[in-house]
C-alpha cells in the first residue's frame, strides 16, 4: 500500500475559478477526512466520509466548498468561485476506526492569485 | 469548543540537548495524539496515549497524558538534526456525533548541527 495520495501537489488558480483536488485513501480504510491548513495553524477539520456516506461537515464550511466519496474509495473536493482567502494547504487523511491515528495525504498547496 | 494549547510556539536548539513540548486544555479528551510535520508535507503519526497518567516511548521521544487527561507532554532526549519539524497534538471532540479532531496550533522545533 502506497498510502494515502493526493492531487495535484500544488494548485496555482485565479480568484473566481472553480478547482477540484482528489484523495485516495488507504484501500482498506473506510473513513476519510479533509482539513485545511493556513500557515502558523494546526489543521482544520472540513469534512467526514464513512464508505460513501458524508456524516460530519464543518459548521464554518463555506456553500462553495462541496465533497464526494461516490464509491466510498477516492474523494474529490471542489471549490466554487475561489477567494484569496482560499489559499491554504488541503489535507486528506484515513483511518480505519475511530480513535485510531489518522494517515495523511502529502496534500495539495492552493494558491489563489 | 474544545482548545488545545501548545507551547512553546517555537523552539531552536543545539543538537545533543534534550527538551519538553507542552499540549494542555482545559477540556478532558479521552485521547490524544501527537503528530510531527514537515514542511510541504502533511502530518504523520507518532503516538496515541489513551489512560491518564500514561507514559509511551518510542526511541528518543517519550510521551506522557496527565492524570486528569487534560494535558499532555512530548519529552526528547538528544535531540538531532532530524527531529525537526512541526510538533502537532489532537484529540477527539467530545461533541455527540462528532469525528472530527481538533488540533492544537504547534510547536515549530529546530535542532541546528
Known amino acids: 500500500d502506497t498510502g494515502v495520495s493526493q492531487d495535484p501537489r500544488h494548485k496555482i488558480t485565479k480568484r473566481g475559478q472553480n478547482v477540484t483536488f482528489r484523495c485516495d485513501p488507504i484501500?482498506?480504510?473506510?473513513?476519510l477526512y479533509w482539513y485545511r491548513q493556513t500557515l502558523g495553524q494546526g489543521p482544520e477539520f472540513l469534512t467526514y466520509?464513512?464508505?460513501?456516506?458524508?456524516?460530519?461537515k464543518s459548521r464554518l464550511l463555506s456553500d462553495r466548498f462541496s465533497a464526494e466519496r461516490p464509491k466510498g474509495s477516492f474523494s474529490t473536493l471542489e471549490i466554487q468561485r475561489t477567494e484569496q482567502g482560499d489559499s491554504a494547504m488541503y489535507l486528506c487523511?484515513?483511518?480505519?476506526?475511530?480513535?485510531?491515528?489518522?494517515?495523511f495525504g502529502s496534500g495539495t498547496r492552493l494558491t489563489v492569485v | 469548543t474544545q482548545l488545545l494549547e501548545q507551547s512553546p510556539q517555537f523552539l531552536s536548539i543545539q543538537e545533543g540537548e534534550n527538551l519538553t513540548v507542552y499540549c494542555n486544555s482545559s477540556?478532558?479528551?479521552?485521547?490524544l495524539q501527537w503528530y510531527r510535520q514537515e514542511p510541504g508535507e502533511g502530518p504523520v503519526l507518532l503516538v496515541t496515549?489513551?489512560?491518564?497518567?500514561e507514559v509511551k516511548k518510542l526511541k528518543r521521544l517519550t510521551f506522557q497524558f496527565g492524570d486528569a487527561r487534560k494535558d499532555s507532554s512530548l519529552h526528547i532526549t538528544a535531540a538531532q538534526p532530524g527531529d525537526t519539524g512541526l510538533y502537532l497534538c489532537?484529540?477527539?471532540?467530545?461533541?455527540?456525533?462528532?469525528?472530527?479532531?481538533?488540533f492544537g496550533k504547534g510547536t515549530k522545533l529546530s535542532v541546528i548541527p
Open positions: 496515549v489513551v489512560t491518564g497518567g
Open positions: 484501500s482498506e480504510h473506510n473513513r
Open positions: 477540556s478532558v479528551f479521552s485521547s
Open positions: 487523511a484515513s483511518s480505519l476506526a475511530v480513535g485510531s491515528g489518522y494517515t
Open positions: 466520509f464513512q464508505n460513501e456516506a458524508q456524516l460530519e
Open positions: 489532537a484529540g477527539p471532540s467530545s461533541e455527540a456525533g462528532s469525528y472530527q479532531l481538533t
